[in-house]
């Protein structure tokens, strides 16, 4: 029988062993192909053609990650194929004694890689090509793009970087096979299945000492990094992330040692097999620290992922929905916007259909301190470098009103001693709230006002998808007016509708306006001083949508590729190793057999072992990501988001179902091998 038709038949009787390669290899293959598939795919000129600039950043967000994708493919091939050979180590040995040289079991078991790998990229193509047109649908309409046209498309350019990428791949596996069972003796591989697991650490005392401390350093380093982590130096947060990288592989390299003793001592130890999962369980993790110390903390990675870039998500589209009231806003400091844009050569009546200019005021009584007086110590902790001596936006109760009516929200109503606050920033709104409900009072002229209402007026003066400003106080008209020689005009606003209504009409007036102005809006949108010395802040309709959804496809689109990525590889990685170490275990439960435990004694025996293979990794990371979350809502409440709740619930979701699925799929691997 030639290698060819051999490796076949291995393959048909080994089947249930390559079920968990195989799955992972279509898996592989099938993600790789479509996100690599959305900037090729017919629909997506369409989107492209739409002026989104977001388009190309996604598509070359994806092209530089599947860079890193492979690279961790690879290495789950490379290791997945080390399961195999220890899986058949004895079947390599009785073809060594049978008369076949090391070549010829080489070569069989290259034809057997080559054979595997085939038929799961072909599956995998299939079902990328199928997947990427529901993918680029998706796509299409989160940019807004009639999908009225669609067409079948399949990708050639993503095709053939898949191939490519995984040919590569299969040979850098079948250099690894071949060198593998090069180094064996024939002797270690007749021997393979009477050869246990060495342990690591000896000397109970020191696994629950080194248990202990890695514990209360990964809790003090993730509180310190949840608590404090956006008040620290570059330098101090890389510490206390080292601090977690180690004590969470100290964790795992003492858990064997601790969890065996505590368990031994417990009252149920010796009921029904608890003795016997306790010593397998503790026999898979022996060898395996530094595995399941890399996969908790790529856990905690993707969980963070997940629930970050969907929370994300969840928030642009919100705050989306009510954005755009207008066409375009613009604010201009030290000269009205018309006359600015008049001088440009794009008069406002060229190609403004309704517009409205109003003054946005300054005072030196009227300071961003002054809006949260009562609690500033508590705001300074959060905001370390913002200018609270700053003067705050103010403007006239009759000038707001207007733009309340032009974006169609509810007209605010002042008493001759009270003032609003308007600001869309929640992290500072929190702090502008507490002030209020304490009764915070403003003093303008030698005159007290009092808040006019119970919160924070959540509005915006300036259309934007994300924070617009520190807020802005609104007066009633007498105290401006009265108090002229106080308030000076810092800015104007301009609010404007175009003659045109239709997306593409009002691209070219965008266009218009940005080829006069782009330099000053750039600059102003930086901070920077303008060429001109005139700086703008200036959004449109078109932007802000576009910005917003664009924004929120790549945040979810990577999100979902890595993250993924990384459940699969964590998931593959432990069902491989619950499945070698099963290999081991089979004398063992026959042994269980004879003894008098029934079948299913020992079916709950092996599901609370894989069960706890698959749970310890995923708790540790959990555990860390309360604390990780906390840091990361930290840092995106600077841009005015403060709930992950949307995120998590996604998060948990997908993690239930790869998760889910492999564990699943290893514990009937497993019951079929000892069986």
Known sequence: MNSFKLALKNIRKSWSDYTVYFLTLIIGVAIFYMFNSIGTQGIMEDVSKSGNDKVKMLITAIEVVSVAVALVLGLLMIY???FLIK???????????????????SKILVCETCIVGIVSMFIGLLLGIFGSQFLSIIVAKMFAVDVTSYTFAISEKA?????????VIFFVVLLFNTGTISRYKLIDLINAEKKGEKQIIRNTKVSIALFIISTILLVIAYAVIGIFGNRMRGRDFAFTAGLVVIGTFVLFWSFVGFFQTVLSKSAGYKKGLTSFVVRQFSGNMNTSAFSFALISLLLLAAICAFSSGFSFRTYLNKRLGNATPVDLTMRVWSVKPTEYLASKGIAVE???KEYMELPVYESNEITIGDMVAPVIEEAKKTFMYARWDSAENVMRLSDYNKIERAFGREELKLNDDQYAVVSDFDLLNTFQIAAIKQGNKLTVGGKEYGPAYNSVNYEYILMSGLTASMGTIVLPDAAVDEGSGSFREDSYLLIANYKVSDKQGRYKTDALIMDKVGASVEAGNNGEDAPDGINIQLSTK??????SIGISVIVVFLVLYIGIVFVVACAAIIALKVLSDSIDSVQKFRIL?????GEDMRKKALFIQVLMNFLLPLVVAFFGSVFMLGFIKGMLSSVGMVSLGPGMVISALIMLLIYGGYFLTTYEGCRKIVK
Do not use: H
């Not at 058949?88 to 060594?96: H, M, S």
């Not at 078109?542 to 910005?547: G, R, T, W, Y």
């Not at 057999?593 to 435990?597: K, L, V």
């Open 80 to 82: 997945a194929n080390n």
């Open 87 to 105: 899986r058949r180590k004895k079947e390599f040995g009785i073809y060594l004694l049978l008369g076949m040289n090391k070549k010829k079991v």
């Open 159 to 167: 095709a053939v970087i898949t191939v490519l990428s995984f040919l």
């Open 350 to 352: 060229g190609w403004a």
């Open 542 to 547: 078109n932007q802000v949508e576009d910005a």
């Open 593 to 597: 057999s004879r003894i008098g435990a």
